[in-house]
């Protein structure tokens, strides 16, 4: 299985982008899926997360400008970033926590 993430760019401080990631099979349903980061030089950290039933938790540092959702029909979740940091620039994952499967990263740069 590979997750598929995409939607990862340049933009200013302050801007928004919205990150997408597809995970194929006929159990996306019952996932928990989440978006992971990480910045060079750092290791890779933890964003934010939805169950399947659409329960959301977040990091502190990105409470109230990302909001992770999921839409079950198109085996997708989703990473909408608003109020961009430069602190927020990394290669964003996203994961599936049933067998612990990650995606290729997309790049994600905040010019200040």
């Known amino acids: 299985v590979q997750l598929q993430a995409s939607g990862g760019g340049l933009v200013q401080a302050g801007g928004s982008l919205r990150l997408s990631c597809v995970a194929p099979?006929?159990?996306?349903?019952?996932?928990?899926l989440g978006w992971y980061r990480q910045a060079p030089g750092t290791e890779r950290e933890w964003v934010a997360r939805?169950?399947?039933?659409?329960?959301?938790n977040y990091a502190e540092s990105v409470k109230g400008r990302f909001t992770i959702s999921r839409d079950n029909a198109k085996n997708t979740i989703y990473l909408q970033m608003n109020s961009l940091k430069p602190e927020d620039t990394a290669v964003y994952y996203c994961?599936?926590?049933?067998?612990?499967?990650w995606g290729k990263g997309t790049q994600v740069t905040v010019s200040s």
């Open positions: 099979g006929s159990t996306f349903r019952y996932d928990g």
């Open positions: 994961h599936r926590i049933r067998g612990d499967v």
């Open positions: 939805i169950s399947d039933i659409g329960n959301t």
